[in-house]
């Protein structure tokens, strides 16, 4: 089963005000394991960058200028993600955002229905009240994220994937997969070099020796 972890990074909150993805970045993942493949891809959002968002992610409209327009990179990222699954951490917003893009240059949006949440998976996991946050989640199962120190949509969506395992049941499906990869056998390890049964049966010195011994017991419970 092949998914695309998807993050992106952004102008603002707000898709149609007129705010723009600056980066996007998907991991692939096949049977819930990352395979090394990714995509990431900066944006030139044909606008200026509020200071607010380069704190977020550090990405200025100077660096953004030099690097392609999305329908520049619409092709390649719609046969990466082909239609797969796609895992995101509040689905709402970044579909938003590529949807606003893709409605720009006239191409279908991405269905809501092919989304898997990871924010409502947390919210199914953790105690109530608790942060659902990326950076809350890497703490909660004890995931490195140090390197975090702005956001980065193919950073963050590794980070996600990451989390996600975590989320459906942790890294023993890896365990499962690694051994398919490796040819393991279901026969036993020891299957060529089996042995005939030893013989356990008692001696008849061992079989006169356990009925003197039952002799010297008074009012056996087997005899009552």
Known sequence: MREIVLDTETT???????DRIVEIG???LVNHMPTGLTFQRYVNPERDVPQAA????GLSREFLAIHPVFAAIAEDFAAFIEDSPLVIHNAAFDLGFVNAELARIEREPVAAARAVDTVQ????KIPPGASASLDALCARFGIDASERAVHGALKDAMLLAEVYLELIGGRQPGLTFAAARAGASSAPANAASARAPRPHAPTQAETAAHAAFLAKLKDP???A
Not at 12 to 18: E, M, R, T, Y
Not at 54 to 57: P, Q, R, S
Request: positive net charge; glycine residues 14%; hydrophobic residues 50%.
């Open 12 to 18: 603002g909150l707000d898709p149609a005000g007129g």
């Open 26 to 28: 998907c991991v692939e």
């Open 54 to 57: 380069v704190a977020v992610h």
């Open 121 to 124: 998976l947390a919210r199914r």
């Open 221 to 223: 419970v087997w005899k």
